[in-house]
């Protein structure tokens, strides 16, 4: 039985990045100055242009290689070990292949990347109004 590799569907990682953080299609085109059917396209691309991965990566919130080596699989073993590992024999997080690192560090992390982003949203938002 043969192995397939999977590709590296960069469209469909963009999409699954924007619908774990809630965002809708109209949002993300709002946020790179394109139309709505343009993310669309850009969601079922396989390739993208790097110019273009970081202007969305931005937008998202998150970095270009975050995009590139998104894994899925990954997102859901790391809050399933999470989740596993919350047993009642004390601190299991130093135990085996499990993270070694503070979740809530982590948690904290993504909020001040969050907070930043919408940061960043306002300013560019006061920047088109002072146009008018």
């Given at each position: ?13 963009i ?36 110019k ?66 919408e940061?960043?949203?306002?300013a ?9």
């Amino acid at each position: 039985m043969p192995t397939e590799t999977k590709t590296n569907h960069i469209g469909r990682k963009i999409a699954r990045i924007r619908e774990l953080r809630g965002m809708k299609q109209e949002t993300l085109a709002e946020e790179l100055g394109i139309s709505q059917q343009s993310v669309s396209t850009l969601e079922k691309s396989e390739t993208i242009e790097d110019k273009r991965l970081e202007e969305v990566a931005k937008a998202l919130g998150v970095t270009k290689e975050g995009i590139e080596n998104f894994s899925e699989e990954a997102v859901f073993n790391y809050f399933n070990n999470f989740y596993e590992n919350s047993a009642p024999q004390g601190n299991s997080f130093n135990q085996g292949p499990y993270p070694t690192f503070n979740p809530l560090e982590k948690v904290v992390e993504l909020y001040e990347r969050l907070v930043q982003a919408e940061k960043d949203k306002v300013a560019y938002l006061e920047k088109l109004l002072d146009k008018k």
